[in-house]
């Protein structure tokens, strides 16, 4: 198969997407929308993720050095666009409709409707140009019971329908086109 060269892209690499929870300053929730996220190995499971240029939820970690990474699923897409398109530093951006909670082990924001939340705390970050690399422990994992249940993997994946993005595209689990950024958040406004 022949190969052409191109400028750095992830455009076929699709990522699963997660809402950070953190608060703020004042002690309120918020929630950033990211993809850059996976697993590392120290001596137990970790996390990585990296957040690229100034954000809200950034500060807010870089602060507090804890947060919640919420799974984003279909039924959450719209919500989850909107936080991810509107700036944390719109004053009016969590003046939406949200079951919010609190983490068990760690003082977290969660989204109640994910069905599975790491509470996560960094214990390294690694400063780039112009984002940050966190490596962190997960110090607990909120699932919903049903997925507890006798089902294989892939019906419970498909059941949850975690959302992916890749090119500026949310996909579906099943690779299912579901709109371009700023577009499912539509339905909610």
């Keep these: 198969m022949a190969k052409i060269s191109l400028k750095p892209n992830n455009d076929y690499c699709p990522q699963t997407l997660f809402l950070y929870g953190t608060y703020d300053e004042k002690g309120n929730p918020d929630f950033g929308l ?3 996220f996976s697993y ?3 001596k137990e499971l970790g996390v990585m993720c990296c957040i690229g240029g100034n954000k809200l939820t950034k500060e807010n970690i870089k602060r507090d050095r804890i947060f919640s990474a919420n799974l984003v699923t279909e039924d959450l897409l719209p919500v989850a666009d909107y936080l991810g398109c509107v700036s ?3 004053p009016d951006k969590m003046k939406i409709s949200l079951d919010i909670g609190k983490g068990s082990v760690l003082n977290v924001p969660v989204l109640n409707d994910s069905p599975v939340i790491f509470e ?3 214990t390294d970050f690694i400063n780039k140009n112009d984002g940050d690399v966190m490596l962190c422990k ?3 994992v ?3 019971e049903s997925l507890s249940s006798d089902e294989t993997v892939v019906k419970k994946l498909s059941r949850i329908a975690p959302v992916k993005t890749t090119a500026k595209t949310y996909l579906g689990y099943d690779g299912r ?3 371009q950024w700023g577009e499912p958040m539509k339905s909610i406004n």
Excluded: A, R, Y
Aim: net charge negative; proline share 0%; glycine share 10%.
């Design 142 to 144: 909120l699932q919903d």
């Design 120 to 122: 996560l705390e960094v």
């Design 177 to 179: 086109d579901l709109g």
């Design 34 to 36: 990211f993809c850059w």
């Design 40 to 42: 590392i190995w120290d």
């Design 138 to 140: 997960i110090k607990n």
């Design 88 to 90: 944390g530093s719109n």
